[in-house]
RNA sequence: GGCGGCAUAGCCAAGUGGUAAGGCAGCGGUCUGCAAAACCGUUACACACCGGUUCGAAUCCGGUUGCCGCCUCCA
């Protein structure tokens, strides 16, 4: 179906990707642990496979996506206890926001959105599988993973049992028998969420909830697993470890991680004080201007959030929509919904981009290469627009479209846009429209009478109120700096 | 200590064997009453360092230095 290859953190090279059935993908994404609210690095992870999920599907391929929330969880616990409430309240809470910031990053709801605690059977059917099969031992009310039983242990994060350093900065458990053993089910404590199990009451460890869900909903057996870098050791291998060792067969062909976001060249740390909310970046930034900047890096790689980037990044957005309103503007009225055409060589390229293990960074420079090309192209055409000329602008636009498409901008038209921007920062300005046309309406007559000294004292009074003037053939239009 | 990643012009960033996309910033120009926007040119003989393989390497191999991540909850 294509050619597309992979970077397979299991095998640590780019792989073509082969569906296990054809015309058919099914990817798991590790979600959030719902005790806080969503910071711009939960925006990178969901925004990429947000991407090549939409990749997949422009493909043809049909995508079954599947992407959790862990809803019960130590963490859960604990903060539902600071604040005094149930661990279901405030899952309910983080799992409301999660949707509000993911639907303002307009990013697309995953075929199916699993909860932990609505899959406890699932959960305690593969842990009685690993018990039956010697993976896993009872100790008190709590299950461990024997991770020595496991040959394989080890193969995604490359680490070797006998070469880590256990315990060396965490108290090892006394009723594991090796270190690195990990809980698959908590004896119940007071206070706690519990369930019933074969073991006694308790509650499923961290790592399960992702084995019995994916296998739940793709098969024992699918292609693409995913999540953030920091979830491969130990949280990805030891879900190798769960489902290989409860279904004896392989779990998933394919691992792709994605890098951090950085602040300012420094982690993002509760102890730096420096984790960027979601909700806080888009009250400054355009949503479509985030997406631009967390894909204009490669995936894999660190990207680095600065005031800079975004200044760049919204600007680069505002330019592909400059762009697309003058080509509305030069077709006229004459042209709606023409984008049913194509796809053309730019959209060929982008895929090729794009084959090459999602590398939206070069997708997008193909973008901006293309708006210099067209802005270049319309300069030179002057006022007469061929058949063939339009024809070029309609089929390059309807590519330009398909790719906001598959990167998840250039979703509003752009008077919306535009006018969306204008609002919004007139609004954080606080400045007075009907002022500002007044003042442009008074210079307006001063350069008909060739007043360029009033005119420019106009043009500068409004500069200081930060409106930046653009005199066209059209009339004067205006926007704030 | 173990595992892994990164080092490309002023800044950001693609590029994995044939002599280096794109964006931002600066400068010069076209256009404009002057600007802005757009476009053109330019800064740009830019690939951390040292060896090796090759007709040819930013790209492969070895080593050095620097930065970073994981090994504890973390997207």
Redesign the pocket.
Known sequence: MTNLKIYNTLN?KKETFEPIKPGKVGIYV?G??VYDAC?I??A??VVVFDVIVRYFRAMGYEVTYVRNF?DV?D?IINRARELGISTQELSERYIREFYEDMDALKVERATVEPRATDHIDEIIDVIDRLISRGYAYKAGGDVFYAVETFKGYGKL????LA????G???KVDEKKRNPFDFVLWKAAKPGEPMWDSPWGKGRPG?HIECSAMSTHFLGRHFDIHG?????????HENEIAQSEGAFGEPFVNVWIH????RINQE???KSLGNFLMIKDILKEYHPEAVRLFLL???Y?????FTD??M??AE??LE?IY?LLQRIHGTLGSSDFGGDEQGPGALWASFCQ?MD??F?T??G???V??T???L??F??DMGEKAGQEDQARLVLTRADLMRIGGVLGILTETPDQFFEQKKADRLKREGIDTALIERLIAERARA?QEKD?AT??RI?DELSAMNI?????AEGTSWKVK
């Open positions: 640590k590790c959030p642990t910071h690095g939960h990178r992870s862990t969880d963490k994060s490359g680490r070797r070469e880590m350093q256990a060396a900065r965490v961290w999540g953030g870098k920091d979830l491969i050791f130990p949280h994605n890098g951090f976001v982690k993002m740390s204009s890096n490669h894999r790689s660190p990207v680095d800079q980037a200044a760049e600007a680069g330019k400059a981009a090459d293990d590398n960074a070069r997008i420079g193909l901006f290469e708006v210099r090309q802005n270049r319309m300069d350069r360029w005119a420019d043009r930046l003037i653009e005199d066209r």
